[in-house]
């Protein structure tokens, strides 16, 4: 009987071991977030609406709106061995984002949890330009 159950951890942890896919992405909270902005040579990557952007948006970010039909043009012109900080208003389109620049070959990328919603409530600055 403690054979069997033995096995079937080795197994399960096995499974777990192999099923990890490696992912290009990081998810992080506002606060681990701005602290990753900061680190040199990370890319603030903001995914929503030029709009959206003018109204307020996280110092030194440039903007590409993931919703835009020249997305996929637009980020094919980015260096994909850079960090990217990317971030929307909630979180969904970033999600988005950062799922099709893992899958164009982008190897390490930051998505803001809850976007830049709860980067304002947590106190963190935007500017305007």
């Not at 110092?59 to 990317?86: H, S």
């Not at 909630?90 to 164009?104: F, N, P, Q, V, Y």
């Not at 930051?110 to 330009?129: Q, S």
């Amino acid at each position: 009987m403690m054979k069997r159950i033995a096995l079937a951890l080795i197994a399960a942890v096995t499974l777990t071991a192999c099923s990890s896919t490696g992912s290009a992405i990081t998810n992080l909270n506002s606060t681990k977030f701005s602290a990753k902005t900061q680190e040199a040579g990370v890319v603030i990557l903001d995914v929503r609406t030029a709009g959206e952007f003018m109204t307020g948006h996280i110092a030194a970010a440039i903007n590409i709106d993931v919703e835009a039909t020249t997305f996929d043009n637009q980020i094919a012109q980015l260096d994909k061995t850079k960090t990217y900080a990317v971030y929307c208003h909630s979180g969904r389109r970033s999600g988005i984002a950062t799922a099709a620049m893992e899958k164009a070959g982008f190897t390490s990328m930051f998505n803001l949890t809850n976007g830049v919603a709860d980067w304002i409530a947590t106190g963190l600055p935007l500017v305007t330009t």
